[in-house]
């Protein structure tokens, strides 16, 4: 049950990305980017959840990198509502 609820999770953040990023090329509103490369990294790190507590659960832990793509995925958020303003 665990391992279809991680599985939700990720799938749920790449569609977010995909659906912001989409906007994006459409509009071109620059905020719509942002979201979406934080939601791709958020994507990317509850893949790495995945990995690391299904695939690999007692070999490898994956917990540093999968704090490393959280905080640089809200960095990007945070750059773009902070210096990239309109």
């Not at 990023?21 to 939601?39: E, M, T």
């Not at 507590?53 to 793509?69: E, I, N, Q």
């Amino acid at each position: 049950m665990v391992g279809v609820i991680y599985g939700l999770c990720a799938l749920t953040a790449l569609l977010c990305a995909f659906l912001l990023l989409q906007a994006y090329a459409k509009q071109r509103y620059r905020l719509l980017l942002w979201s979406g490369l934080c939601f791709s990294g958020l994507a990317v790190n509850n893949l790495l959840l995945v990995i690391d507590k299904l695939v690999f659960p007692s070999a490898v832990d994956l917990s540093l990198w999968r704090t490393a793509t959280a905080l640089i995925a809200m960095m990007v958020l945070l750059y773009g509502l902070i210096w990239d303003a309109e």
